[in-house]
């Protein structure tokens, strides 16, 4: 659901995980993000956890990077 209220298609969020920049915060946990210049909203990223599989948690917008 939130994926369509921010405007966030499927091939969008495998385009920010396949070709974003990643920030581990562990071993097991990170943000990919991406800047798509035809969104206002700033960067896309995906928060994801890597386990047995690959698990998006969140998808967020108006991301910034510190």
């Not at 210049?37 to 967020?60: F, G, P, Y």
Request: charged share 30%; aromatic share 8%.
């Amino acid at each position: 659901m939130r994926m369509v209220e921010r405007g966030i298609s499927e091939t969008l969020l495998l385009d920010v995980i396949d070709s974003g920049e990643t920030r581990y915060r562990d071993a097991t946990h990170l943000w990919v993000f991406k800047d798509f210049s035809e969104r206002s909203d700033n960067l896309l990223c995906a928060v994801l956890v890597l386990e047995d599989q690959l698990i998006v948690k969140t998808v967020m917008h108006h991301f910034e990077v510190l």
